[in-house]
Nanobody
Framework: QVRLVESGGGLVQPGGSLRLSCAASGSIFGNYAMGWHRQAPGKQRELVAVISSGGRTVYADSVKGRFTISRGSAVNAVYLRMNTLKPDDTAVYYC?????????WGQGTQVTVSS
């Protein structure tokens, strides 16, 4: 069983920054990707960013140049640095871990961008 715990969400003004963290534990083995999805009220869940075990990254067009995903060097962790936040970034952000045997999700952390 894999457990993902997110932290770092909160309320921020437009133009501000936040850093999300996700720590993974449990039966994690082999090569795996980690990343973030988000779901805004009334919208479908969407990919924000993902990083492979080799460090390759993919970003949604809407966050390119503003968000940076990275992995912990010694632990099963993934981070999302979010700069120049916009009200449209308001959503619940979910951490994911993808292995051959399946995809695991965290419980989510709320990010609200509002003045």
């Amino acid at each position: 069983q894999v457990r993902l715990v997110e932290s770092g969400g909160g309320l921020v003004q437009p133009g501000g920054s936040l850093r999300l963290s996700c720590a993974a534990s449990g039966s994690i083995f082999g090569n795996y990707a980690m990343g973030w999805h988000r779901q805004a009220p009334g919208k479908q869940r969407e990919l924000v960013a993902v990083i492979s075990s080799g460090g390759r990254t993919v970003y949604a067009d809407s966050v390119k140049g503003r968000f940076t995903i990275s992995r912990g060097s010694a632990v099963n962790a993934v981070y999302l640095r979010m700069n120049t936040l916009k009200p449209d970034d308001t959503a619940v952000y979910y951490c994911i871990l993808s292995m051959i045997e399946g995809v695991h999700w965290g419980q989510g952390t709320q990010v609200t961008v509002s003045s």
